[in-house]
């Protein structure tokens, strides 16, 4: 019809339409189709249970339209030339004068100029609008009123669980969410440890250097040179101090501090975290290395059994074995880090234990054993951590104690580094001094508070001072009442008899001892606030305490 533009791009034109309107129709009972569908799945999945309302992907929604369009697509019905000439002969009431000039291609005759004359003639009066008009507004509204109907069914249809399936996915999905968390948990807190291992190491090497200048320097004291032997040995107590402030925490004091339990309860459990807890003192794991690798062991025969009873039996005897661990950690240890790496080990174990029937459930419980697994080996670090702790710990008390030593005998001009020339450890340097101080115990016997008139002894040689009570300045008795309060030196009266309690007023001597009590409180709350080091609190609660201290022998008879 190359000699027909007219007609051509008049049946062109109103194919174009009709094959809209095909498409359109075909896309309409599609989406209607697919939106009831849709809608009766999402009923079913809600009222039965078989998806968790968490899984439903809000992102499913788009394969609504994305289904609509591709059966349109496949389902739609093509228009050809000769159904646009029909539907043209229809509309101009043409009998038939396109649909013949469609087809003179293919038939032959002498009435072809005349067919495309009388065509060409009609098509420039026809609009194809009007032959094809779009109505597209009551299949629209449709498809509206459906799409309203799925979304009230997405968002108001109740979540039941007959069958107990959106309870198990759930708690899959919230064990899974678990495991994620102490992977990450885990891969950071093993980076830090790592850190903090490297800054211990430093600190303990440290420590060893210190000490041994300590011991450098106990064998080059000498007995005559007390003011030098002071300064060098003040100089060590304030770096002991410094270092074990440095190193000590509030958890590993009360580890360190915390008695050996006596208690028969629990049997050979409470007697085995008695055996943990006094090789962690010492700065040894090697119990508890045993009990970690006894369960690590466990946990591998876990993973190697195919029996789901052997399984079943194997993992609770490693939870037995978790849960000793992480009570020694919590109760004993006093350790948080520890504890919470047992604490993990004990949820892994818990998402691991059953490994389901389903691909999410089999993938849950592979996770959850590396979980396990990763728990395990940062428990193991946690453990090391602090034996190294506890082990800088007790050498920095040690070391404060023998100083300690030290320094009385050097008050007593009895500190000689030359009887210690065969000292190597700290232990040896202890024995000798405790042996120096045992030696210098008799020598000092006559000194204290004892009266010379009573015969004891004093310091120094001579007898018995003579005595003049006589009083030629005038001596006036005078008494001034005055509040005792703690804290203050009130007065400081020297007598030749011991006085007895009767010869005080009973008030008095009762806010005098309460204030002795205050006193004592004080000093206790400053030595923990100050954090004071082991090693100095005897010394310290040893001088308050003789305050109310008496010789019964020194009293008056």
């Given amino acids: 019809m190359t000699d027909a533009p007219k007609s051509t791009t008049l049946l062109g034109r109103v194919k174009t339409r009709l094959q809209i309107v095909s498409v359109a129709k075909a896309l309409y009972v599609a989406s209607v189709a697919v939106l009831v569908v849709a ?11 078989l998806i968790p309302q968490s899984q439903e992907q809000p992102l499913w929604l ?3 339209p994305a289904v609509a369009v591709l059966l349109a697509g496949v389902f739609h019905r093509r228009v050809e030339q000769q159904t646009a000439a029909r539907a043209v002969d229809k509309h101009a009431q043409t009998k038939d004068l396109f649909l013949t000039l469609s087809s003179l291609s293919s038939s032959a005759g002498q009435y072809q100029p005349l067919v495309t004359s009388s065509a060409e003639q009609r098509a420039g009066q026809i609009i194809p609008d009007d032959v094809v008009p779009f109505r597209f507004g009551e299949r629209v509204a449709r498809v509206v009123a459906v799409t309203a109907a799925f979304a009230l069914a997405v968002l108001f249809t109740p979540q039941l669980d007959p069958f107990g399936k959106v309870e198990a996915a759930t708690k899959t ?6 495991i994620e968390a102490i992977h990450k948990e885990a891969l950071s807190r093993g980076d830090r440890l790592k850190k903090e291992a490297e800054r211990a190491e430093e600190e303990s090497g440290e420590i060893e250097d210190r000490v041994n200048e300590m011991k450098s320097d106990f064998r080059k004291m000498q007995p005559k040179k007390v003011d030098s032997n002071t300064k060098v040995l003040d100089s060590h107590r304030m770096d002991l101090g ?6 000590s925490n509030d958890q590993l004091r009360r580890m360190m501090n915390q008695p050996i339990s006596k208690q028969q309860l629990g049997g050979s459990r ?16 090697e119990s508890l290395q045993q009990e970690l690798k006894k369960a690590q062991q466990t946990m591998q025969a876990m993973m190697e059994a195919k029996d789901p009873e052997e399984r079943k039996k194997l993992a609770n005897q490693l939870q037995r074995e978790l849960q000793d661990l992480q009570k020694f950690a919590k109760d004993k240890a006093g350790s948080k880090e520890l504890a919470a790496a047992l604490s993990k080990a004990m949820k892994s174990l818990q998402a691991a234990k059953k490994p389901g029937d389903n691909p999410q459930q089999l993938e849950l419980s592979k996770d959850a054993m590396e979980a396990l ?23 920095l008390e040690d070391a404060m104690k023998t100083l300690q030593q030290a320094q009385q005998l050097n008050q007593k001009g009895q500190l000689d580094g030359a009887k210690c020339e065969g000292c190597e450890s700290l ?19 006559g000194e204290g508070d004892k009266d010379v008139n009573d015969g004891g002894r004093g310091v120094g040689r001579g007898g018995e001072s003579a005595e003049d009570d006589s009083d030629p300045e005038g001596y006036k008795k005078e008494k001034e009442k005055l509040q005792v309060q703690a804290g203050k030196i009130l007065l400081s009266i020297k007598t030749k008899e011991y006085a007895e309690e009767l010869d005080f007023d009973p008030e008095k001597m009762r806010q005098y001892q309460k204030s ?19 090693g100095y609190v005897d010394g310290i609660k040893g001088y308050f305490d003789k305050i109310e201290d008496v010789d019964p022998k020194l009293k008056a008879k």
């Fill in 373 to 395: 697994k990763q728990s395990l080996d940062l428990s193991e670090k946690e453990m090391e951590q602090v034996a190294q702790a506890a082990k800088d710990l007790k050498k």
């Fill in 516 to 534: 002795i009590s205050s006193l004592k409180s004080s000093v206790q709350s400053a030595i923990d606030s100050e954090e004071i080091p082991p």
């Fill in 39 to 49: 809608v009766a799945i999402v009923l079913l999945i809600r009222l039965l249970g």
């Fill in 62 to 64: 788009l394969s609504i």
């Fill in 270 to 285: 409470n007697q085995k975290m008695n055996e943990w807890l006094k090789d962690l003192q010492e700065g040894k794991t």
């Fill in 173 to 178: 999905e919230d064990q899974k969410k678990e």
């Fill in 242 to 247: 410094d270092m074990w402030k440095s190193v």
């Fill in 427 to 445: 232990e040896d340097y202890a024995e000798m001094y405790a042996a120096m101080m045992g030696e210098g115990a008799g020598e000092g016997a």
